[in-house]
């Protein structure tokens, strides 16, 4: 649900691309609400990263190469929201744990250590 085969075309590329959430693990992600989507955003030009929870904002560092990510801790702020917490918890820890990165079309996936997917997204326009 929410997720699309992707549009057909050129990989989006990994920086400057509006990533937004669909998956944890195997667990489909829909937007709590009038909450804006659960979101990720890689700097262009820095190793900064940005996004939101489902919740909350978060903002951090990360380094990537051609295939390994580490993600670091985020800031993020703790207004305590109705409904989208447990995601947010879920979808902070999967962006530390990630240890691999890999882009399908319009398609982000983050590994863990074990090649498994902790999340996957799908680029698009900010909602």
Do not use: K
Request: hydrophobic letters at 45%; proline letters at 7%; charged letters at 20%.
């Amino acid at each position: 649900p929410g997720e699309s085969c992707g549009a057909p075309g050129p990989a989006a590329p990994l920086r400057g691309t509006y990533w937004r959430l669909t998956r944890l693990g195997e667990r489909a992600v829909v937007p709590a609400g009038d909450r804006r989507a659960p979101h990720l955003v890689f700097a262009a030009h820095d190793d900064r990263i940005g996004g939101a929870g489902g919740c909350n904002p978060f903002a951090g560092s990360f380094r990537a190469d051609a295939s390994a990510i580490a993600i670091g801790p985020a800031a993020v702020t703790r207004m305590t929201c109705a409904a989208g917490m447990d995601t947010e918890r879920a979808f902070l820890a999967a962006l530390a744990a990630a240890r691999r990165w890999r882009i399908a079309g319009q398609h982000l996936e983050l590994q863990d250590a074990a090649g498994r997917q902790v999340a996957r997204f799908e680029a698009g326009p900010a909602r």
